[in-house]
């Protein structure tokens, strides 16, 4: 009996759907995208911070002494075509902080003024080395061209640049580690006093720098293990205050975030800034003088420029002398407390609630005492 082929292609066809319904059963295959455990590396210290050595001596602190007695033995008046004389704030002579310089460099501009109106800044950076000073001489260089013609002055020692222009004359000169800059603002003379200033300058500067250098060695005289208290100050200052605000450190405010008040005799001061969001301020700054006596003469001398002073000693806790106060312009904590000056000075308080600068107060006493380590 011959095979039926419809019969066969049925059979064929039923086969085929079979396997494509088997087919269609599996599962499909994926792509196994577990990760792999990532093997957890063996934990590494931290290393800590090497501690200076014992004999340590801050090249900042050094140079700030020499800036101080460099600062001290200026000619007041200078003479050279007019009588140039130092310009003072409050009865102190003004020094200004040179911005934009990094530690351990220091500088300062120093103004002078005429009585018939001239104007001029003395300028002087100290940096650790040469090159460091060569790099300053070059970059000042490149500015004042732009403003002036300069060129060198066979007259003086090198490297000089000395030009006059529009917007003022300049003499730059860089002596070792030293960066040293006369800039003439305004002269109302017929003649440039620029040449005999910078001589007077220079002059100045190499008859007396054994002088002011030897700060450098009466620095490193002090005991190595000694605490810098204003260093220390600096390292306990919070980033954050809390009262009836939230306050937090006004870097924007000064060069670094600190400034060196210029109206400090027989001594040094720093200063900083906080504000809060709402565009209230103040400022706490700390002075350490070479005397009780001295530090006691400062807090009398702002006492006096301060407005709205109000009786001395009025709380119980606080250190004596002490005085709070609210004028025009603020309100003011101050105290003179052994060889240091505290104030905290509140420009802006906030109007919503009590005035906080009792609190600010006792925060920044703490401050002094723990970087005195008491």
């Not at 759907?17 to 990760?35: E, F």
Request: glycine content about 6%.
């Amino acid at each position: 009996m011959r095979p039926n082929p419809h019969h066969q292609f049925r059979l064929l066809a039923l086969a085929l759907i079979a396997l494509l319904a088997v087919a269609a059963c599996r599962p499909v295959d994926t792509l196994d995208i577990t990760p792999s455990p990532t093997p957890t590396p063996e934990p590494t210290a931290t290393p800590s911070p090497t501690p200076p050595p014992a004999d340590f001596i801050d090249p900042y602190e050094v140079n700030s002494s020499i800036m101080e007695r460099l600062i001290t033995l200026l000619p007041d008046p200078l003479p050279a075509v007019e009588e140039w004389k130092r310009v003072t704030d409050s009865g102190t002579a003004e020094v200004r902080n040179i911005r934009g310089i990094r530690r351990p460099a220091i500088g300062r501009a120093i103004p002078y003024t005429t009585q018939q109106g001239s104007s001029m800044l003395l300028n002087f950076i100290i940096f650790a080395d040469e090159a460091a000073a060569a790099a300053e001489f070059e970059r000042k260089r490149g500015l004042r061209s732009a403003d002036v013609d300069l060129e060198e002055d066979a007259a003086f020692r090198t490297p000089n640049a000395f030009g006059s222009g529009l917007y003022g004359s300049f003499a730059l000169f860089k002596i070792d580690n030293y960066f040293v800059e006369v800039y003439v603002e305004i002269f109302t003379t017929s003649v440039s006093p620029l040449e005999l200033l910078a001589s007077e300058t220079i002059k100045f500067f190499e008859r007396n720098r054994s002088s002011f250098e030897a700060a450098a060695d009466d620095n490193a005289s002090l005991d190595a293990g000694s605490v810098d208290v204003l260093e220390a100050v600096l390292d306990n200052m919070p980033n954050e205050i809390i009262t009836t605000t939230q306050w937090k450190r006004d870097y924007s405010r000064f060069d670094e975030g600190v400034d060196t008040p210029r109206n400090i005799q027989n001594g040094r001061a720093i200063r900083v800034a906080y504000v809060d969001q709402m565009a209230n301020n103040f400022q706490m700054t700390f002075g350490q003088f070479d005397s009780a006596d001295d530090a006691m003469a400062h807090y009398e001398k702002i006492k006096g420029i301060r407005e709205g002073i109000e009786e001395e000693n009025s709380i119980e806790d606080f250190p004596k002398p002490h005085v709070l106060g609210r004028g025009l312009y603020g309100s003011v904590a101050l105290f003179a407390i052994d060889e240091f000056f505290l104030e905290v000075l509140m420009e802006r308080a906030p109007g919503t609630s009590a005035n906080p600068t009792e609190a600010i107060a006792r925060k920044a006493l703490a401050i002094l005492e723990a970087a005195r380590g008491r």
